[in-house]
């Protein structure tokens, strides 16, 4: 039997991301659950990624777990030639659970082929990255109550941001969410997601700059706008100073409304939005912790 | 008037009829016919009416499943096969695009994981005419004019 393993957003039912929410809920509520004592779990970071790393590893350490692995491939028998398969193999006999990082797209499927256990994606190339998507779902039920009806801005890079994509994709499970894109015309939301929110009967708009319409908003959901995304380093020129959010543009937001952003921010949220009340990405960071514990119970069947 | 077969007619086996004249090596490929230890004849660049020119395979004592004929709906996607016995014809098919593609084609993605080690490619078919296909692995889309086979 292949173990269950988290590699895709859509590989979780909507049932599944309700159990998440709530797991994670009882974590944050009783953070010390000692479920994972007397396993292991090896974190397999093939590339480096500092935040994701210590978010799972303080999720397994509360959680009473001992860690195997390493932070980047140079440390392991990768940088000797191993190939991947042979990794997950080996890796798979000592740990119960597999958590990996790698640069290369589909790297994380194939691991859940071979792997005798459970692996979580957390991050495979440009490709998916789903603990992420449910650690800004928890944010957001967390701060406006429910998964359904969420007015959602998604600002910036619309094009290759593998967030946005996988957090679109997550709330088409939930009831009438309405969707509001802001990007500059070189990295608008692709096609193929607004094809099949029009199928769906699903409203979004779009636009290139921001404006009062924001004031519409539930989540303000902030991407950062990569030079190197652009060909013409002009076109970067003209659009890097407009999809800078600041705290004057705040005045007339809903009460409820929160300002996430997946991190590390450079420079497309002003420091002058960080005390402002409605800024809720260091506190969306913290909720990753309470949801990767609630992904390791859910997979390993401790709750 | 007197007709010729340009391939010479088989006694039992199979016929591929309507192949695009630049897929035939492709088939050949795909069906591996090379290997085949079968009597294997074929024509290229023969007159059609249908499609200007046509390319024709015939194989001595061999007869395919439709899952193994279908691959080559992604070069041939209007081939036709007729199972002949006795050099009659007694059945003919249409080859279809099937739901799943495993191995033949590379995935387009540099950075998929099937073009870095030995991993067979395996896609779902979201489109047929033209090809679109996902990657299992990378979730990226392969198009019809992207297509790389092995």
Redesign the interface.
Known sequence: MIAKSLISITDFTKDEYLKIMSLAEDFEANPNQKLLQGKVIATLFFEPSTRTRLSFETAINRLGGKIIGFSDSSSSSVSKGETLHDTIKMVSNYADMIIMRHPLEGSARYASEVSSVPVINAGDGANQHPSQTLLDMYSIIKTQGSLDNVNLFMVGDLKYGRTVHSLLMAMLQFKDPIFNFIAPPELAMPNEYKILLTSKGIRYFEHTEFTDIINAADIIYMTRVQKERFIDPVEYEKVKNIYILRNSMLKNTKENMRILHPLPRINEIHTDVDSNPKAYYFTQAKNGVYTRMAIIAHLLNLK | MEKHLKVSAIKDGTVIDHIPTKALFKVIKILKLEECSQMVTFGNNLDSQAMGTKAIIKIANRFFADEEVNKIALVAPHAKLNTIRDYEVIEKRVVETPTEIRGIVR?F?P????N????PTRFEVLNDKPIAMK??????ITNENEMVFF
């Open positions: 995935c993605n950075s998929c994981i099937t870095s080690e030995n991993i990657c299992f692995y990378c979730e990226k």
